[in-house]
């Protein structure tokens, strides 16, 4: 039922707003005293009004509440007003650049994302991986992480074609079987096949170090003179594939076997052979056979992109790689020498009176890096080279070198 006006008078919160109520809802009576009735008709709700003052009964009782007022964020300022007539907008105003933030498309998606810890593959840590399911993860050993490392380095993509020549001023000191080794070794780690050339004038046999002289003898005997005389009608990689020799996904051009024409490649002829190249292969390898100065040194070292400087322990193969590089230092080819990676392998196993660490030292000052490989029957016997009959360290040796070789393609 109605409510009466009575109670809702004295709901009236201050003694002013009273008398307006009572002069509302007063009516006379006949005896001329005051009567109340009616009821309030619905109060449309006004806009919140600012905070009345609190009452305090104290003074630490009002300082804290006026902290606590000063603690509310102040309201937004009203927008500026539109002269007579404008139209309404409701557009935002556009920030400057420089102040807008840009999401980042990934921050969610990595947030939710737990990172993965490396999983080991070799050695006792991985056995325990494996045996446990994955549930012991040790991670990586720090030679593992060191292998890892250099795989990265030999498998970097290339934009363009690089050449290494391999030479040295002495035979027998580990030329060809670090052709091949390296070879085999960027073949194993790179997408994309390396190709090595016989480029020796002596005969050389690069390929029978690749794959074994049985084979290669039962093979089409395709040589570098062969693809000299048809090098015009070669245009695509099938009809060049025609003339080369494959050991894995190691690419050989074969030397000349002749003794006849052996020493006949010119330096327009290799270079020719290498523009050949260049079209098809990202990384080529050039044996160079032994000595500076036959007719194709001039266009090797000319294309060369950097060299690899063999030598040995043997003090007369130390004294010759010194004397190799102190000759390109002086003929013009300083860059060459300065950036060569000197290969000492340790093909003869010479006595305790020669000093390694002192022929290392030396060699190394002249060089931008110097690699020894260790004694290893698979490469002292001058047979067959594969990367699955040599010891680890060898095989480590071997991808020093060819992550050596792709850091010095820029």
């Excluded at 709901?11 to 009821?39: C, H, I, M, V, Y």
């Excluded at 737990?114 to 446990?132: D, I, M, N, S, V």
């Excluded at 006849?260 to 327009?268: F, I, K, N, Q």
């Excluded at 102190?326 to 305790?352: M, R």
Aim: net charge negative; charged share 25%; aromatic share 6%.
């Amino acid at each position: 039922m109605p409510e009466p006006a009575d109670n809702r008078l004295a709901e009236a919160d201050t003694d002013e707003e009273q008398p307006k109520l009572r002069r509302r809802f007063r009516r006379r009576n006949a005896d001329g005293s005051d009567a109340w009735t009616g009821t309030f008709p619905a109060v449309t709700p006004e806009p919140t009004a600012p905070p009345r003052p609190i009452r305090s009964s104290s003074w630490a009782e009002a300082a804290a509440a006026a902290d606590a007022l000063s603690e509310i964020p102040p309201a937004p300022p009203a927008p500026a007003r539109q002269p007579a007539g404008a139209p309404p907008s409701n557009v935002q105003e556009r920030l400057p650049e420089s102040q807008v933030q840009v999401a980042d498309a990934t921050a969610l998606l990595t947030s939710f994302v737990r990172e993965q810890k490396p999983r080991p593959k070799k050695g006792f840590r991985g056995f325990l991986y494996r045996a446990t399911g994955g549930a012991w993860n040790l991670g990586p050993s720090a030679l593992e992480l060191e292998e890892e490392a250099l795989a990265r380095r030999i498998s970097r993509q290339l934009q363009g074609s690089y050449n290494t020549a391999v030479l040295s001023l002495k035979g027998g000191i580990g030329k060809t079987s670090t052709t091949v080794g390296v070879g085999l070794t960027l073949a194993e780690f790179r997408g994309d096949p390396p190709c090595a050339i016989d480029a020796n004038p002596d005969s050389g046999d690069l390929v029978e170090r690749a794959l074994g002289e049985g084979i290669y003898q039962k093979a089409t005997p395709r040589t570098i003179t062969d693809l000299l005389r048809n090098i015009d009608s070669v245009d695509s990689l099938t009809e060049l594939s025609r003339y080369m020799h494959h050991s894995g996904r190691l690419h050989l051009i074969a030397g000349e076997q002749d003794p006849e024409v052996s020493d006949s490649l010119t330096a327009e002829e290799y270079l020719r052979i290498r523009k050949l190249i260049s079209s098809y292969y990202s990384v080529a390898l050039t044996d160079c056979g032994t000595g500076v100065t036959h007719n194709a040194m001039s266009g090797i070292l000319q294309s060369a992109d950097n060299l690899i400087i063999a030598a040995g322990y043997a003090v007369s193969g130390a004294k010759r790689a010194r004397s190799t590089l102190q000759w390109l230092a002086g003929h013009g080819y300083e860059d060459l020498a300065c950036n060569a990676i000197v290969v000492i392998t340790d093909k003869d196993e010479v006595s305790n009176r020669v000093d390694k660490d002192a022929i290392e030292e030396h060699l190394a000052g002249m060089c931008r890096e110097l690699i020894a490989v260790p004694h290893d029957r698979g490469v002292a016997d001058g047979d067959l080279v594969t990367l699955d009959h040599l010891k680890p360290e060898t095989r480590r040796a071997y991808k020093e070198i060819a992550a050596a070789i792709v850091d010095g393609y820029r």
